[in-house]
């Protein structure tokens, strides 16, 4: 409720509250030598309705300012639906087979709209833009950043297919168009589907996981996240998805709503087991009773064998024993 609105609104219980008062008074036979009854209403016709008067008028402007915040909130949750209906196109509604890949994602939103944007772009030659976001905040401000950055991401792509180069631009921008106090964290990986080699930007976002064998390739942060310095620096990381291998991409909203005390190993001893390497298997390690924030979970699996002698010999960012 508005400022003005409240203030009418303590006047209305103000009027109320004073011809309790009065009748209080008069139902109690205070002595008039008292300096309270100074401020009573004279006993009395005139003015028994005076205070009905008062009482009838903080009725209606109470209940009037009730109805307009109704109807107001009534609007505000219309725009909510719409708005969520509007989210949900942008975010991939059937996503593209790849060829030897096989892609699942799930995104739950902590409120009606949600600050997380995920995206797969299918580039030429045969490659694969993978986009995920995490904007600070929840609810609508964070909900119309993140589709201003859906839609940096569409526009950049066509021109740049460079994750370094898309990196720097978005943060630019952001820098100048969002406010102070606004930012966000992203990852961009970029699939060549042939050989399984990504290159990837991190900007401070929670580092997606290569498994394959047994072994754990964490793409760790490569810049600061985005919209807080328009001259941040970005570097470029690489690695590769083996065949069989998985690449498993999520924002923080995940691990917080993992029980456990090292909720990142679970996510590890899930993506160990080949039969429990689905989004299911991750979505059901989630506690609704600890998820306070957005969640996406992006999973990528390499499905063909390719020949060893194609694969480009890369030095991972991380590698830790699974």
Request: hydrophobic fraction near 45%; proline fraction near 7%; include cysteine.
């Amino acid at each position: 409720m508005s400022k003005p609105k409240r203030r009418i609104t303590w006047v209305g219980i103000f009027l109320q509250g004073y011809t309790f008062y009065c009748v209080l008074m008069w139902v109690l036979g205070v002595p008039k030598a008292l300096l309270g009854y100074m401020l009573v209403l004279p006993k009395g016709l005139p003015g028994y309705l005076v205070a009905w008067l008062l009482y009838v008028i903080g009725w209606y402007v109470i209940n009037g300012m009730l109805a307009s915040e109704f109807v107001r909130k009534t609007q505000l949750e219309a725009d909510q639906i719409a708005a969520q209906q509007i989210q949900q196109t942008l975010h991939p509604q059937k996503l593209e087979e790849l060829p030897g890949y096989k892609v699942e994602t799930f995104y739950k939103p902590f409120r009606e709209v949600g600050g997380d944007y995920f995206d797969v772009i299918d580039l030429p030659n045969n490659r694969t833009l993978f986009a995920l976001a995490d904007v600070s905040g929840k609810g609508m401000p964070a909900a119309l950043l993140a589709a201003n950055i859906q839609a940096l991401v569409r526009s950049i792509a066509n021109i740049e297919q460079d994750p370094l180069a898309l990196a720097r631009q978005i943060n630019k921008h952001l820098s100048r168009y969002t406010p102070a106090d606004r930012f966000a964290t992203a990852v961009f990986i970029l699939l060549h589907r042939d050989s399984g080699e990504l290159t990837f930007v991190n900007a401070g976002h929670d580092s997606p996981i290569v498994f394959c064998s047994g072994s754990t390739t964490l793409l760790h942060s490569t810049g600061i996240p985005l919209g807080l310095f328009a001259d941040a620096e970005y570097k470029m990381g690489s690695a590769v998805i083996p065949p069989n291998g998985v690449l498993l991409l999520f924002t923080d909203g995940l691990i917080d709503s993992i029980p456990a005390e090292n909720p990142t190993q679970r996510l590890r001893d899930a993506l160990a087991d080949d039969s429990r390497r689905t989004i299911g298997t991750i979505e059901s390690l989630v506690d609704p009773k600890l998820n306070k924030d957005d969640v996406t979970i992006l999973l990528l699996k390499r499905t063909a064998a390719s020949d060893p002698g194609t694969l480009p010999r890369l030095e991972s960012p991380s590698h830790e024993p699974g």
